[in-house]
RNA sequence: CGGGAUGUAGCGUAGCUUGGUAGCGCGCAGCGUUCGGGACGCUGAGGUCGUGGGUUCAAAUCCCGCCAUCCCGACCA
């Protein structure tokens, strides 16, 4: 196929500074990207070799559920955007450029205004759906902080997919199919990852799932049981608390000079009470200015979605100054606060008693709160964190926790862009119906990293074979010797006969330069070949994988390979 | 956006405090010796010292602006 000395690669020893994690690091060092600005990537000849493997995979399983590519531009017209209300509401992640004739464009971060438009020109009837259509492109987002080179990038390659349909039924149809497609491209990669229920925002009240590969460097967290199975992202994860309600004489309401304890900790050591004796009162607000009042247990953090997915609509935290002394931020407490504002509890401290809290009132608290006696409530819920040694919702054993990348996403839309941009359809009676979408998301170049990152060791790479840019080395261990060199060259011959991706090391380098660079690029087989094919016509075979070595004549090497190549290892 | 730092050969860096010849390692080219897990010797190519201004007889070095890159920061009741 290709001959190390005419092919495009250099490779380096020494690592790259700010390359701080394994997969940044190794796509650095065996040559397969270059960085060329922040968050902006060149793919070498070698990279873009495997992006196109996972590509493969990735359209060929997106293929099998029905889906259709296509391919929308990367340049959008500002227009849709503003029709969308996205232009307003994306912020400065949204590159935006304007053309000669002054007008609006950005550089899409994804494509639901293209599709819904395009879907609106086309699509009419009922019998046109349900349809499910996907595009490999290039993606552009202007993140606060591009770092860990391909993994967080400002310019990504991604398979993005829209569904069309006419109904709820046909959506969660597609829904499904698009789980087990991501499902099956993450088997195929040999990655191991969780589907994991994920936030929906405010934007879908249905459900969505992020696929995580889990990965120590990963910004992501999950939750999820060994049991039974439950998995959802750290920030929406159900669970029970293994904390029992004590059960002790109720005590009389006090109120006790604090001055200037103004958190947790310090309350706690002043009133020589554990932080689960108190609650936290968390004062948030809207944007037309209601506040919202949440009561926590006190070793817990609030968790905002989850009280926004309750109140229905996006929330702040109050500032310490914001609101000045009237709202006695640091001494807030249920017990007399302002009847305007509305009181979220956490479940936890249902059935707590004896707690203390703010006495709204500046260098006050209280003691021996007690519900309902002490205070009202006007929503229960659960509106804090996860911990370690919380129990799993559904089956109440302890639930684990794990770091990783969130690879893909899919979402039930439904009509939020149907409806704004006039995608409608008419019904089997005639009637105009937006049409109801899903889009499902999954970042290509973001898996190549994410392959090295969970499959490496200290020597380099390591690829499953069906990504590995090559899948065979040929090692001639030394090219000035004319033994060695003619039979390499007649191995390399009936390599390409039989069709294997080979790459002929044929550089005139020490033979442990070859290993080395082999090794670091992950090259699953290496064949090599040195004075003992001479005296025995045996090649010896090295297996990347675990090292493994072995000595065969040529026909059974043809075998051996052709049956590791379908095992696809790892 | 706030805080902190850094910019010197393709890569990694020294020199800057105390202004006066730009140095080292890797890589690259040539020659020779080597040749089964990143060899060695000799020779050589490669630099607007990020950029613009200022101070000075003289600036990589001191001062100011700009640009770029990197690190940290979203939990406080």
Known sequence: MVRFSEYYLTTTKEETANSDIPSYSLSLRAGMIKKIASGVYAFLPLGYRILKKIEKIVREEMDKTGAIEMLMPALQPGDLWLQSERWQKYGPELFRLKDRNDRDFCLGPTHEELITYLASLDIKSYKDLPVNLYQIQVKFRDEIRPRYGILRAR??????????????????????????????????????????????????????HEFIILAKNGEDEIVYCPICGYAANYEMAKFKSKKQNIDEPIGEVLQVHTPAVTNIKSLADFLKLP????????????????????????????????????????LELVENNATGAEMNIGFLGPAGLDSKIKIFADNIIKGRCN??????????HIVNLNYPRDFE???????????????????????????????????KLGTKYSKKMGALFLDSEGRLNPMIMGCYGIGVSRILAAVIEQLHDAKGILWPVC??????????????????????????????????????????????????DSDLIGIPIKLIIG???AENEEIEIELRKDGTKMKMGVSQTIDFIKSYSQKNFF
Request: glycine letters at 8%; aromatic letters at 12%.
């Open 155 to 208: 310019e990504f390659i991604m398979k993005d997919a829209y569904s069309f349909s006419a109904d709820e039924t046909d959506l969660d149809i597609i829904y499904k199919k698009m789980y087990g497609c991501y499902s099956s491209i993450l088997e195929r990669l040999k990655l191991k990852y969780y589907a994991v229920e994920a936030d929906t925002g405010l934007i879908g009240g249905k459900y969505s």
């Open 275 to 314: 932080a689960d004796k108190i609650i936290k009162t968390m004062l948030l607000n809207d944007k037309g200015g209601n506040h919202y009042a949440v009561l926590l247990s006190g070793d817990r953090e609030l968790n905002i979605p989850k009280v926004e997915k309750i109140a229905g609509c996006s």
């Open 355 to 364: 707690m203390a809290a703010g006495a709204n009132k500046k260098d006050y």
């Open 377 to 411: 409530v006007d929503v229960w819920g659960d509106f804090s964190f996860a911990y370690e040694g919380d129990l799993c919702v559904n089956c109440g054993s302890p639930v684990n926790f794990e770091k990783g990348i969130e690879i893909g996403h899919i979402f």
């Open 467 to 516: 990504i590995a840019p090559f899948l065979v080395n040929l090692v001639a261990i030394n090219m000035e010797d004319p033994d060695i060199t003619s039979n390499a060259e007649k191995i390399y011959e009936i390599l390409m006969r039989e069709g294997f991706e080979v790459i002929f090391d044929d550089r005139n380098v020490r033979a442990g330069v070859k290993f080395k």
């Open 531 to 533: 004075k003992n094919y």
